[in-house]
């Protein structure tokens, strides 16, 4: 009988605190999702090439709208794999050319990245750094963006945006 009162005491203190701090107890904070607005501009190279299955994803620049002077933002897209179908998903429309969207999105952690103009390049042979040499542009502009100059060696904020949470704007 005192082992079942017990029991139900620690099932009592055990709900009690779930209620409390579930998000803190399962270790998941709840993202604050901001809208953001504005021009996909660029997209990173390498997010294009790798390989991919179920869930993939865009690394875009975005140039917010509104302000006199540019401000950008890196924007991570997710979405389906759906390369081999007939019908492509609206997420292709992201890169067909420099147009306006709007995102549903959450500030990454950490909040912010460096814009590097270059990918980095390490020679397998030596093991040195060699991406000043290589100059292998890291982000392609987009039809219609090739003349926007992006804010290289300046930090970003940093945005992720869910599967189909993204819509043009006419």
């Known amino acids: 009988m005192r082992s079942c009162i017990r029991f139900r005491i620690l099932i009592l203190v055990v709900c009690v ?33 790798q390989g991919c299955w179920h869930v993939c994803g865009f690394g875009l ?24 179908l007939d019908n492509k998903g609206p997420h292709w429309k992201l890169i067909e050319k420099s147009s306006n969207w709007k995102f549903k999105a959450w500030l990454n952690d950490p909040p912010t990245i460096l814009l590097e103009q270059f990918a980095t390049v390490v020679d397998e042979e030596t093991g040195k750094d060699i991406t000043e040499k290589s100059q292998l542009n890291r982000w392609i502009p987009l039809k219609g963006s090739e003349n926007v100059s992006l804010p290289f060696g300046r930090s970003l904020r940093s945005y992720s945006v869910g599967v189909g949470k993204f819509t043009p704007i006419k």
């Open 17 to 49: 605190l779930l209620l409390i701090c579930p998000a803190s107890f399962f270790g998941q904070d709840k993202k604050e999702v901001v809208t953001i607005e504005g021009t996909v501009v660029a997209q990173d190279l390498f997010n294009s090439l």
């Open 61 to 84: 620049i975005v140039r917010l709208e509104g302000n006199e002077n540019p401000e950008f933002v890196f924007v991570s897209v997710a979405f389906m794999d759906d390369r081999y």
